[in-house]
């Protein structure tokens, strides 16, 4: 009996947290737009927790939403010889018992990387090379939308690790258009915190594809999250306060880049102006090309 009642009540939390996260799905589908009647959409299977649980969302959603919209699930083998078999294959027989098609493209990125190129922080030159190969195939099999599982705390992440390692204010965006492939991005996850996804693809024993990346869990963003973690340890909603200011720009005191002109009083009595004099623009622009040789010296080395 006791076991009955701790399997019903682990399925009604499973199903209340599926509702939640499909409500905020749809919320960030609404705002920006992301989906239109027609449109057949890519999601991109990394193997792990979020993009699977994004697959189930979608699927989940497609049963109810207002426009008609086709799935096909794309998984890219980047080539590790110790990929699990078995896990991939729950992966595939998991996406026929939602109705998906699923495609496993085989690739050799990890030899490149590790191998051929012996990258020592292959990050982004994986990622580059994983998010070509989804757009190829993508495009290949007419897709016009490729869906990512970025949720709030990868937003997160993203703007602390552009402020930190880049000097600047950045994260990605909710959908962005991409010019080359003409495909467009969307997350629908951008509302949704990461261990809600955790619960719930553990709840409903959705399959993983644990990553054999010999980098996983060895990164800056990981380090970057470890940070994160413990300024909301130690400044309470420290993470919630982030996410908002990044939702509301609008909120934010910053100056732009122009010449504030004051007449009629000296600059030694300017207290609360900024003055960007012309010396200062220079200066502005001699760091602008320092970071874009930075910029393109780390490209070059990837």
């Avoid at 010889?81 to 496993?104: H, K, M, T």
């Amino acid at each position: 009996i006791i076991y009955h009642l701790f399997a019903f009540s682990q399925q009604n939390h499973y199903n209340w947290l599926m509702q939640k996260i499909l409500s905020l799905a749809r919320k960030a589908i609404s705002d920006y737009n992301m989906i239109q009647d027609g449109d057949k959409i890519a999601v991109g299977l990394s193997g792990g927790k979020d993009s699977i649980t994004l697959l189930a969302v979608l699927a989940e959603y497609r049963k109810f939403a207002p426009e008609k919209f086709d799935l096909v699930a794309i998984n890219i083998d980047m080539g590790f010889a110790d990929l699990d078999e078995n896990e991939a294959q729950a992966v595939s027989d998991y996406c026929a018992s939602i109705g998906v098609p699923f495609i496993r493209e085989k690739t050799q990125i990890a030899d490149i990387i590790f191998n051929i190129r012996k990258e020592k922080c292959p990050c982004s030159l994986c990622s580059k090379m994983r998010r070509g190969a989804l757009n190829t195939i993508a495009i290949a099999n007419g897709c016009n939308k490729l869906a990512l599982g970025h949720h709030a705390d990868d937003i997160i992440e993203t703007y602390m690790l552009s402020m930190l390692y880049e000097g600047r204010l950045s994260t990605f965006a909710p959908k962005s258009y991409m010019d080359r492939s003409g495909i467009t991005l969307i997350r629908p996850f951008i509302y949704v915190e990461e261990k809600q996804l955790s619960y719930l693809a553990k709840t409903n024993n959705l399959p993983i594809i644990h990553n054999p990346c010999p980098q996983d869990k060895h990164t800056k963003r990981q380090d970057i999250k470890d940070l994160i973690g413990d300024l909301d340890n130690n400044f309470p909603n420290a993470k919630d306060h982030i996410m908002s200011a990044i939702f509301h720009p609008e909120r934010n005191n910053l100056w732009d880049k122009v010449d504030i002109q004051t007449p009629n009083c000296p600059t030694s009595n300017i207290a609360h102006s900024v003055i960007l004099s012309q010396n200062d623009d220079k200066l502005l622009t001699e760091n602008d090309k320092i970071s874009q040789l930075l910029d393109e010296k780390n490209l070059s080395n990837n």
